[in-house]
């Protein structure tokens, strides 16, 4: 099937169908007294999870002993330049400085120290550097998105970036993604390997986002979003924004499935 062949619903279309998943989760939470903190694999709104979500049990495999172990990233391995995004090319890249930092925790706020944080994001136009990102937005020739940080001993960790621009995608018509920062965790294990996204406080398209409406229960959507943090804020050069992740227990942020890639 062609592009043009897909006939693209519109936002209201969408919207009504959000809606529809968020008042038959509430009825299930009032049921069952456990709100729904994770989305749902098959979660129409959200069009490719239509095609992509599993259709069988999941298969059960029990891990090889190295993957119980490791990752155990040397400090060697990752260089504390590779956290500041902004300092990756020989110009300065455009848009609105920024710095993200917050500590990963474990269920028991216990900090996750010495872990690897892999973060990538659109420039601020809204343009991620990839083949498949034909949103007419200028690329930055002083801007790639990619970086990588190590916990410390507290759990922290702090990136220096630009604030990412939203982006349209084709979900439906008029579509649009609020401004994210995409974020990959280890806990101490790779089989504990997380992927989530950050948002920024107070963004438009939330309520219009079908993978941010995804989750049905707002103190979960809650978690997901950065607080900007004035004290983090550098006078005369960057705005800060805190976000903590915590990586399981009752208040664990939401982790997406390996194959999503919007
Ligand atoms: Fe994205």
Same mark, same amino acid.
């Given at each position: 099937?062609?592009?043009?062949?897909?006939?693209?619903?519109?936002?209201?279309?969408?919207?009504?169908?959000?809606?529809? #998943? $968020?008042?038959? /989760? /509430?009825?299930?939470?009032?049921? %069952?007294? *456990?709100? $729904?903190?994770?989305?749902?694999?098959?979660?129409?709104? +959200?069009?490719?999870?239509?095609? =992509?979500?599993?259709?069988?049990?999941?298969?059960?495999?029990?891990?090889?002993?190295?993957? =119980?172990?490791?990752?155990?990233?040397?400090? !060697?391995?990752?260089?504390?330049?590779?956290?500041?995004? %902004?300092?990756?090319?020989?110009?300065?890249?455009?848009? $609105?400085?920024?710095?993200?930092?917050?500590?990963?925790?474990?269920?028991?706020?216990?900090?996750?120290?010495?872990?690897?944080?892999?973060?990538?994001? *659109?420039?601020?136009?809204?343009?991620?550097?990839?083949?498949?990102?034909?949103?007419?937005?200028?690329?930055?020739?002083?801007? %790639?998105?990619?970086?990588? /940080?190590?916990?410390?001993?507290?759990?922290?960790?702090?990136?220096?970036?630009?604030?990412?621009?939203?982006?349209?995608?084709?979900?439906?018509?008029?579509?649009?993604?609020? @401004?994210?920062?995409?974020? !990959?965790?280890?806990?101490?294990?790779?089989?504990?390997?997380? #992927?989530?996204?950050?948002?920024?406080?107070?963004?438009?398209?939330? @309520? &219009?986002?079908?993978?941010?409406?995804?989750?049905?229960?707002?103190?979960?959507?809650?978690?997901?979003?950065?607080?900007?943090?004035? $004290?983090?804020?550098? !006078?005369?050069?960057?705005?800060? +924004?805190?976000?903590?992740? #915590?990586?399981?227990?009752?208040?664990?942020?939401? &982790?997406?499935?390996?194959?999503?890639?919007?």
């Amino acid at each position: 099937m062609g592009r043009e062949a897909i006939v693209m619903q519109t936002q209201e279309q969408v919207s009504a169908r959000i809606r529809a #998943v $968020e008042a038959d /989760a /509430a009825a299930r939470a009032a049921e %069952t007294g *456990a709100p $729904e903190t994770h989305p749902r694999r098959d979660y129409p709104p +959200y069009r490719s999870t239509e095609l =992509r979500h599993p259709t069988h049990e999941l298969v059960r495999v029990d891990p090889e002993e190295i993957e =119980r172990l490791s990752p155990a990233f040397g400090h !060697s391995d990752v260089d504390p330049l590779e956290s500041d995004l %902004t300092i990756q090319h020989a110009g300065e890249p455009l848009g $609105e400085r920024i710095t993200v930092g917050g500590r990963v925790l474990d269920g028991e706020g216990r900090p996750v120290r010495g872990q690897l944080v892999e973060l990538w994001q *659109a420039n601020s136009s809204g343009r991620y550097v990839h083949k498949r990102d034909q949103h007419p937005a200028p690329l930055d020739p002083n801007f %790639t998105g990619v970086g990588r /940080a190590i916990t410390g001993d507290d759990g922290s960790y702090l990136f220096r970036t630009i604030k990412p621009g939203p982006y349209p995608w084709r979900n439906h018509r008029n579509a649009w993604r609020p @401004a994210h920062i995409h974020f !990959s965790l280890f806990g101490d294990q790779f089989t504990q390997r997380l #992927v989530t996204q950050m948002y920024f406080p107070g963004d438009p398209l939330f @309520a &219009l986002d079908p993978i941010y409406q995804s989750i049905t229960d707002q103190g979960a959507r809650d978690r997901l979003i950065g607080r900007y943090d004035h $004290e983090s804020s550098v !006078s005369e050069f960057s705005l800060g +924004y805190r976000w903590d992740i #915590v990586l399981t227990g009752a208040r664990a942020t939401w &982790l997406e499935p390996e194959d999503a890639d919007e």
